[in-house]
């Protein structure tokens, strides 16, 4: 497009300075919203130069563009996040987001039942997860072991369930006390302590054997046998119960991805993942973006640790500010598990090039870590 002089005059009156620019139409309509760490610099790039065939047919549309400066970059990056969301321009990248992946939930029921939500209320109820993958074999296990009931409306007798001995049967009454005791210890197996959860149980195990309740503590060794079975090992796990993080990144053929691990008590309990297109898709800080974007509305970890070969100073500085965190490990338990993530962030972007879709794929092998859902 010829640059007007309206456009030019704009050009040479910008500040060198961090903030937020905006490119609009002749109907004052936002096409794009965009952070810069000078912006004199990053707008007067959209005129000069080789550009793709979307970045060419956005400019040929701009007529006018304004500016906000920021204190720093980062808070640039807010500011964009935020105005992107508000506005919706046609040409800001369309990121694919993984939240069609299933939680499992606490319901907030005085007898709690564990049940499959596709998204997250603020209903009282405890979630868990994303889960990759099926999580109904997992539920049906994890109900039986822990003797959850699953009728929706609490009867007045015993159901099939509680014959089998799969249920507690809090219809029957006077269950309160060892109910919630098994809810609290579900809740330690959701959130991925089973170290603790299983030593509790081989304690009880041994007492009731001592005092010669062999029901109760063959009860207990059931229960443990069960767990076992679901649990399966993972072959990377931390040496702490620290919350944290971990994230992988991929980018190539005009698509980048990246995969987020949620590592609690030393395992992984939830992963999520993410992908977008396009060249502007590829731009040097589109990781940056995605981190500042995803914790402006999500519970901050104590660590959060990324690829070593990133550059995200802004991102760290703002993470420092909220007293989180932020490792680029080179070696350790933290690196192996950014190995993983990165070997599945590769995995999405490969597939996605194929499909055109988001893809979730298995971690790698050998020795696989195995999620609670399979």
């Not at 109820?125 to 609490?154: E, H, M």
């Not at 940056?288 to 690829?307: C, G, K, Q, V």
Request: proline content about 5%; some cysteine.
């Amino acid at each position: 497009m010829q640059q007007t002089e309206h456009l030019a005059k704009l050009l040479k009156n910008l500040p060198a300075r961090p903030g937020v620019y905006l490119h609009l139409d002749a109907r004052g309509r936002i096409l794009y919203i965009g952070k810069a760490k000078d912006l004199r610099k990053r707008v007067s790039s959209y005129f000069h130069g080789e550009k793709d065939a979307k970045t060419a047919a956005l400019v040929e549309k701009i007529a006018e563009f304004s500016t906000i400066v920021t204190p720093s970059e980062s808070e640039a990056l807010l500011l964009e996040d935020s105005l992107i969301k508000k506005h919706k321009p046609p040409y800001n990248i369309d990121l694919k987001d993984d939240k069609r992946y299933p939680y499992l939930k606490l319901t907030a029921e005085k007898y709690a039942r564990l049940v499959i939500s596709r998204q997250r209320f603020h209903d009282g109820g405890k979630y868990f997860g994303p889960y990759a993958g099926s999580v109904r074999d997992a539920l049906r296990a994890v109900q039986g072991i822990f003797g959850l009931r699953r009728c929706k409306t609490l009867g007045k007798k015993p159901c099939l369930y509680a014959q089998i001995g799969q249920c507690l049967a809090p219809c029957s009454g006077g269950k309160e006390a060892e109910y919630q005791k098994e809810i609290s210890a579900l809740t330690d197996f959701l959130r991925g302590d089973y170290a603790a959860l299983s030593a509790d149980l081989k304690k009880q195990m041994a007492a009731a054997a001592q005092s010669m309740d062999y029901e109760t503590a063959a009860h207990c060794r059931d229960k443990l046998q069960a767990l076992e079975k679901v649990m399966v090992t993972q072959s990377v796990v931390a040496p702490d119960n620290i919350f944290r993080d971990v994230w992988g990144f991929a980018a190539g053929q005009n698509i980048w991805a990246a995969v987020l691990l949620r590592i609690q008590h030393g395992r992984i309990t939830g992963s999520r993942s993410f992908s977008a297109g396009g060249k502007r898709a590829l731009a040097s800080d589109s990781f940056e973006r995605l981190l500042m974007n995803f914790y402006s509305d999500e519970t901050m970890p104590a660590e959060i640790i990324l690829p070593a070969d990133y550059v995200c100073a802004a991102f760290t500085d703002w993470a420092g500010a909220r007293q989180a965190r932020v490792w680029q490990p080179q070696s350790g338990f933290r690196f192996d598990f950014v190995q993983m993530g990165i070997y599945n962030a590769r995995k999405i972007r490969t597939l996605s090039a194929i499909s055109g879709s988001l893809v979730v794929t298995a971690p790698p092998s050998p020795q696989p870590p195995r999620f609670l859902v399979g």
